[in-house]
């Protein structure tokens, strides 16, 4: 299983917008395409960071690389 994380916003803390927790699992999501996938070029999709909450298991997505992760104590 994949390391739980704290993520960071610039200064300000990522907390889950269902259950208000802080702690997360990260995951690469590729952000697929109707047009990229007909022509069987799915690979070349934007991927975005996606933070799985630990507690609700709701799925925040991110795209921009501002998002910085830090191990959780545990």
């Known amino acids: 299983m994949a390391k ?3 993520a960071r916003m610039g200064e300000k803390r990522i ?10 699992r990260e995951r ?3 952000l697929n ?3 990229m ?6 690979w070349a999709n934007e991927s975005a960071t996606g933070l799985i909450c630990l507690s609700c ?10 998002l910085s992760l830090h191990r959780a104590a545990g």
């Open 28 to 30: 690469e999501v590729k």
């Open 4 to 6: 739980s994380v704290h």
């Open 57 to 66: 298991g709701y799925v925040h997505l991110f795209v921009d690389g501002a």
């Open 15 to 24: 907390h889950c917008l269902i259950c208000g927790g802080d702690v997360f």
């Open 37 to 42: 996938e007909f022509f069987n070029l799915a």
């Open 33 to 35: 395409s109707t047009g």
